[in-house]
């Protein structure tokens, strides 16, 4: 299978000086804006409250428990930030997303293809996800097209103050699962079907769990495709 060059990385703000276009493409302006940013433009309040919850809380505890035996208050708690905000990015993140983007990047479509149904099989036997799908070139085509394709996968979940946890609990667990194996995934949960809604009318999406067909009936429009068939 062909290895294409990487594309350009897309910001939510392009500037008009080309200069400044070029240092934003570089491989240390990718890492440093994802580490910033962490992917919170494309999380619902759901999500983004817990990760602001589970960052203030690390920082707290790093601050208490380490740092401030080591450094001056002002000091700890800078330090504290940075080693939260840090262990945020690589665990509850997708920095294989971003590495995609360097033209040394090579992920085996097959490892992919194994990881998508192992994931399914998983997805599948968890009664709070109510559904889940694939986005970006894997709804579009339904299937691993090359060796710089990311899985953009998106999770459904009930509602309830348990699932709110169980869902943010287990968005960390595949995320620190994908940093390890080296999957390039782009993972997001949303409280709301109709979200999806908010991506491009003609991308298509390829179902990993529909419960009572529910995306089929809601966007009769879009090309839908199934996992393995």
Known sequence: MEVNRPKKKKFGWTPNNELLLRLMQSKVSILTINWVFQGMRGMQSKELSFRFGLETTLIILLHILVFSNYFEAAASVLVS??????????????????????????????????????????????????????????????????????????LIFEPGIFNYF????????????????????????????????????????????DTANKIVKLYPEKTVYKNNE
Not at 105 to 121: A, G, H, M, Q
Not at 179 to 201: G, R, V
Request: glycine share 4%; proline share 3%; net charge positive.
């Open 166 to 209: 169980r869902m943010n609990f287990y968005l960390i667990y595949l995320r620190t699962i994908a940093l390890f194996t080296i999957i390039p995934l782009d993972l997001y949960a949303y409280n709301d079907i109709s979200y999806l809604k908010n991506f491009k009318k003609d991308e298509g999406l390829m179902l990993l769990k």
């Open 81 to 154: 930030i940075f080693v939260a905000h840090t262990l945020n990015w690589l665990l509850n993140t997708h920095l294989w997303v971003c590495v995609r983007y360097f033209p040394i990047y090579r992920r085996n479509p097959e490892v992919l293809k194994s990881y998508l149904n192992s994931t399914e099989i998983q997805i599948n036997n968890i009664r709070w996800i109510d559904s889940a799908v694939c986005i970006g070139s894997i709804g579009d085509k339904g299937d691993v097209s090359s060796w710089r394709t990311d899985i953009d996968l998106r």
